[in-house]
């Protein structure tokens, strides 16, 4: 079955709203750079834009951690690359704050 193509107003809303989370993701990645926001809160967030987040772009914001060393942090954490921030298990949850947020 053939999906209608969106009216103009919806796609004008969808393209807003997909701005207002690319914007959010920007914003949340600049606070976890600048030290605003610890992991711990990033991955506690209940926003939907920061749990559709790869982990491996949160970590990549983290100071310090860029896309090697994120990398080789997932493998070490036994957390798929492809691995979204909804869809961590609470021991790979443990893991990442263990390492990066001592005090959770």
Avoid: C, H
């Amino acid at each position: 079955m053939a999906v209608p193509p969106l009216t103009p107003e919806e796609r004008r809303a969808a393209l807003a709203k997909a701005a207002a989370v690319r914007s959010e993701r920007a914003e949340v990645r600049e606070a976890l750079k600048r030290g605003r926001l610890s992991l711990g809160e990033a991955l506690a967030a209940d926003s939907d834009a920061v749990r559709r987040m790869p982990v491996r772009a949160l970590l990549e914001s983290l100071p310090g951690v860029g896309k090697a060393r994120a990398a080789r942090l997932l493998a070490e954490l036994e957390i798929s690359e492809r691995r979204r921030v909804r869809g961590l298990g609470v021991q790979q949850r443990n893991r990442l704050l263990e390492r990066f947020d001592p005090r959770g």
